[in-house]
């Protein structure tokens, strides 16, 4: 686990992390329910850290990712915000999408209102 400090509208928490997981939606992956209570449309990310447990334990835990089980683990702790920053004290590379984004820090941002839906006449 990596040492990480994650800000969440304001309140800091510092934490060493297997994974640390920012959506608003419930699903990334091939399909892994990562965050069970997302709302798309709560105007918040929900936030899903798998905190310092050891391997044996991270190995059990992540096949429960698939059906959301995971989050009922010690390990897990899941918060909600509208405004989230990502840093640590050692480089750490970020994906969005499976897409590489960069380095660590990361700030993660609701937009207000920004999908447009087109419908015919």
């Known amino acids: ?3 990480m400090h994650i800000e969440l509208d304001g309140r800091m928490v510092d934490t060493k992390a297997w994974l640390v997981a920012v959506g608003n939606g419930r699903f990334f992956g091939g399909g892994m ?9 709560d105007r918040l990310f929900d936030v899903c850290v798998i905190g310092a447990t050891s391997k044996l334990e991270l190995l059990k835990v992540l096949p429960k ?10 390990a ?14 050692s480089p750490m590379v970020t994906q969005a999408d499976g897409e590489i984004l960069g380095t660590l820090p990361r700030e993660f941002i609701i ?3 920004r999908i447009k839906v087109l419908l015919p006449r």
């Open 111 to 113: 937009a207000e209102q």
């Open 76 to 89: 897990v702790k899941c918060y909600r915000a509208s405004y989230v920053k990502l840093s640590s004290n």
């Open 65 to 74: 990712v698939f059906k959301g089980d995971h989050v009922h683990h010690q």
């Open 1 to 3: 686990p990596r040492e």
């Open 33 to 41: 329910m990562i965050a069970p209570a997302a709302e798309v449309d």
